[in-house]
């Protein structure tokens, strides 16, 4: 785990560099476009703080959801999105069109649903460290694409 990749970070601390919006939609227009689907939503915040940003999309009359992560380059595709709660899915054909992109990584469920590591949070700012400890996640996935306010 990187410094600042659960969005918190202290006032005296220097911000994790961001995605640029540009850059974010780049991929999922890429997305989009290789995978036939549909782009309905550009940017949906999940909450006022989020480590992701929601893309709204659609292939073959079904409805997913692309997360970008805002400071990693990972993506994760969803059939849920809303406060709190993310239902995670695996997207063979999304999976193939980021694999083939520099330094941006897919992520399964499998691997979003490793269960936390206690080494893991070591790299962690001491902010970090008490969200985790406020919130409680039990999984890789939801310290990654976490909405805590």
Aim: charged residues 25%; glycine residues 2%.
């Amino acid at each position: 785990m990187k410094r600042g990749i659960t969005g918190f970070w202290a006032s005296i601390d220097k911000p994790p560099m961001e995605h640029t919006e540009a850059e974010m939609n780049t991929v999922v227009h890429t997305i989009a476009h290789l995978t036939n689907s549909r782009l309905l939503k550009e940017y949906e915040a999940p909450t006022t703080v989020s480590t992701y940003r929601v893309y709204t999309l659609e292939r073959n009359g079904q409805m997913y959801y692309v997360c970008l992560h805002q400071f990693e380059y990972v993506c994760i595709v969803a059939s849920y999105v809303a406060p709190h709660q993310v239902q995670w899915i695996d997207d063979p054909l999304v999976q193939q069109v980021i694999d083939s992109l520099p330094r941006w990584e897919y992520w399964t469920v499998e691997q979003l649903e490793r269960p936390m590591k206690d080494d893991w949070l070591q790299p962690l700012s001491k902010v970090e460290r008490e969200q985790v400890k406020y919130w409680k996640p039990t999984m890789i996935g939801e310290l990654l694409f976490n909405d805590w306010d």
